[in-house]
């Protein structure tokens, strides 16, 4: 059975850091990106970084650049979304997902989870 979980969301001031991790199990997991998407209240879902496993490319959209940070563990079960220098405008549920990019769309393989929520206070 497929499963990714989120966890280590929280209420963070602007310019805080939190780390989300992406705990997954169920597939091989150097046959997929793995993307972090996020949903903010009254807005669309938008994907916000991915990471190749297999070779370990990664992406992120402009507004979170030099900011968040994407990354695996050595066993590569899990996947990190370290988020530095906060801003209000990131308070979103983080969802994480097996994700194909084409054409600039994100497309999540997975159902959503519960997410883990990112509140940035300002």
């Known amino acids: 059975e497929v499963q990714l979980v989120e966890s280590g969301g929280g209420l963070v001031q602007a310019g805080g850091s939190l780390r989300l991790s992406c705990a997954t199990s169920?597939?091989?997991?150097?046959?997929?990106?793995i993307g972090w998407f996020r949903q903010a209240p009254g807005k669309e879902r938008e994907g916000v970084s991915y990471i190749s496993t297999g070779d370990e490319r990664t992406y992120y959209i402009d507004s979170v650049k030099g900011r968040f940070t994407i990354s695996t563990d050595n066993l590569k079960t899990t996947v990190y979304l370290q988020m530095n220098r906060l801003r209000p405008e990131d308070t979103a549920v983080y969802y994480c997902?097996?994700?194909?990019?084409?054409?600039?769309?994100?497309?999540?393989?997975?159902?959503w989870g519960q997410g883990t929520l990112v509140t940035v206070s300002s």
């Open positions: 169920g597939f091989n997991f150097d046959r997929y990106a």
């Open positions: 997902a097996r994700t194909i990019v084409e054409n600039n769309v994100w497309y999540a393989l997975d159902t």
